[in-house]
């Protein structure tokens, strides 16, 4: 593999997606439009098409796929799951990070390559024994976790944050919104970290991780809700044929 030194490289200015692939790549049309639309706000003069992709990924399965670009470089690699059934079956347990995240920043809305913070904030804690962490942005406002979105079950209704808290917009987090969020009342909204003393559950989303619930929160123990059950149930079905 010919790596050309840019200005990725050297500075990091570049995007990537990490996409589930099963028996074929799992909702990649949405992971190269919103590639796709990041690259131009970059000004990289590049366009990664579904043909590119599914040519790099012939024969390929049960695996996630790594596509990363830069002015001069496009590069797709290939790694093993790490989730199993004992992690669904035990949650996670999540932390508050000490970073917040600024909502007025470009990169907290880009899967760029500057994604220092996010490392470091999980491998403290991974060293702690949580699984995850979440931030906080600078109006001490929920926001997103170190590797995914984050999602709260109430007595009526389930609340996410706003994209303007400052978090990506998981390709994950979409799908639940546009699929169950009138079933579920899923509400997008700006809140604090006392909503938790009137939630019933907590979950997170990923590309790979899919959904996972979360057994406690910065010490804060929570169960797993028949919601959570109901929607993880409906997002396996969905992707279990692909």
Request: charged share 25%; net charge neutral; hydrophobic share 40%.
């Amino acid at each position: 593999m010919q790596i050309e030194f840019d200005s990725g490289f050297y500075f990091g200015k570049g995007l990537f997606e990490t996409i589930l692939v099963l028996k074929k790549p799992v909702f990649l049309e949405e992971h190269l439009s919103r590639l796709n639309e990041g690259l131009v706000k970059l000004g990289i003069k590049t366009t990664v098409t579904k043909e590119m992709i599914l040519k790099e990924l012939e024969g390929v399965q049960n695996c996630a796929a790594k596509i990363m670009v830069s002015d001069e470089n496009i590069v797709v690699t290939k790694k093993a799951l790490v989730y199993n059934q004992s992690h669904y079956d035990k949650g996670f347990k999540v932390k508050l990070s000490r970073l917040k995240r600024d909502p007025h920043s470009h990169m907290v809305y880009l899967k760029s390559f500057n994604y220092m913070d996010n490392i470091l904030e999980r491998e403290q804690a991974i060293k702690e024994e949580f699984d995850e962490v979440v931030f906080l942005n600078t109006e001490n406002l929920l926001s997103e976790g170190s590797i995914s979105n984050i999602f709260i079950i109430m007595g009526d209704c389930i609340l996410t944050p706003t994209v303007e808290c400052g978090l990506l917009s998981g390709i994950v987090r979409n799908f639940i919104i546009k699929e169950l969020g009138t079933e579920y009342n899923i509400i997008e909204k700006k809140f604090s970290l006392e909503i938790l003393k009137e939630c019933k559950g907590m979950f997170i989303t990923n590309s790979l991780l899919g959904i996972m619930w979360v057994n406690s929160f910065n010490g804060f123990k929570l169960s797993k809700s028949k919601v959570y059950d109901e929607i993880r149930a409906f997002y396996e079905g969905f992707i279990k044929p692909l």
